[in-house]
């Protein structure tokens, strides 16, 4: 094989199949190259196996068969501690340990690389600042202390900790009101365009998938249906693809028409 | 004589028997906890083994405390000396609540936080210690008030076989019929009980609160 395509995907699935006992298979034959420096998103509804894809890269899941290949090496031969510190995970609910203040949770992989106090504190500082909170005010806040948005900008800060140059996000702002997490997709959008992280996104918005995505990756019962650039989405002819369009656009045309009534 | 003369002159004796029995208990506490955390620990990681662990807990804890300090006594090291035999005893009756709590305290941990500390590459060792065990605190410090509560109480049987504590009043007063006798031994160890209660309690809130 081509070892430049290896230099220029981060991330490479091959073939990768996930089966559970009881439930069959959740993800069928995916094989998907992940360029560096990509916004890439997975989209699908639940029970598509995005989370599933999204949890092979850092090895909280293994493969039944097939590969996943991360910086040229199958994931099974990564040492996963290694590999872990090595991309940054920001979930749903942000999952940031409660008992650490806001300070604690960013420094987590910092402490665990044993960076000195001084590197780890000052890195704490910008990082907090490049995710839109004042150190000075957030720092030795606990995590309950935090609205749901200010909570997710700890789980993206601490994600981005020890600078890892891939950043796994499952549905990070879903669980956010729709206002925070319009500001939470510009503001991720414009940091993206400063750090230019490899980045795997996983939602079941459209939306979001069509504003965030240097590709989307659409997933249906466990097998990739396509991948597309967020324009040619918009009219792709691939029926699953299609409805997901039908369903954005006959949201827009509802409203639109719901206003002209009111007006 | 008043009960409050009886506690008055005797109160050197009575503290000295008080002394000895936070001991027993201290001392009893201090193992269940070295013994107990890990056995839940290890409960948690390797469900087969609940139902041996926890089963042989709960039996020793139906076992009436004056029979099982019986059972102790023909023990070869164990019946050598009687507090030793008691300390045993009362080891065996605190671990089932430290064991149970232990294990509930760290299956209480939310799944959203144990898979972000493991994405994050804390290895097995560093999610126990820094994130599980602090966690599951609050409830582990139950546990241990409500064994410290039932050891104090169960300490004064020790008396029975010897070993000491604020039974010795109580069946001093039992054989001689004197109710300041019995007083003299049961109430230090309700105010101990109630104490540790109290004071364990309270960092059981501080702990709930802090976060």
Known sequence: MNPQSTVDNAIEFRHAEFRLLGHGAILKNLSLHIRRGETLVLLGRSGSGKTTALKLINRLLEPSAGEIRVEGCSTLEWDPIRLRRRIGYVIQDAGLFPHFTVRRNVALVPNLEAWTEDRVKSRVEELLRMVGLDPGQFARRYPHELSGGQRQRVGVARALAADPPILLMDEPFGALDPLTRAEMQEEFLALQGRIEKTVVFVTHDVREALILGTRIALLEAGELVGIYAPQDFLGAREPIAAAYVAVFRADIVSLSSRNRGAS | ?211
Do not use: C
């Open chain 2, 1 to 211: 004589m008043s009960l409050f003369q009886f506690f008055l002159s005797h109160r050197d004796e009575i503290l000295q028997s008080s002394a000895e029995h936070l001991w027993l208990v201290v001392i009893s506490m201090l193992l269940a906890i070295a013994i107990g955390v890990p056995l839940g620990v290890l409960v948690t990681r390797k469900p087969w083994l609940a139902k041996p662990i926890l089963g042989s807990a709960s039996v020793a804890e139906t076992i009436p405390s004056l029979a099982l300090f019986g059972f102790l006594l023909p023990l070869p090291w164990l019946g050598a000396r009687a507090d030793r035999l008691a300390i045993v005893a009362l080891t065996l009756y605190a671990l089932l609540p430290i064991i149970r709590n232990t294990v509930a305290g760290i299956q209480a941990t939310e799944p959203s936080i144990r898979e972000a500390a493991r994405a994050m590459g804390m290895t097995d060792r560093q999610i126990l210690f820094r994130v599980e065990l602090p966690l599951s605190l609050p409830v582990l410090l139950a546990g241990i008030r409500v064994a410290a509560v039932w050891t104090i109480g169960i300490a004064t049987i020790a008396a029975a076989i010897g070993a000491g504590g604020l039974g010795e009043f109580i069946f001093r007063g039992l054989a001689m019929v004197d109710n300041n006798l019995i007083l003299a031994g049961a109430i230090p160890a309700a105010v101990l009980a109630i104490a540790a209660d109290l004071v364990i309690g309270l960092f059981e809130h501080r702990l709930r609160h802090a976060r």
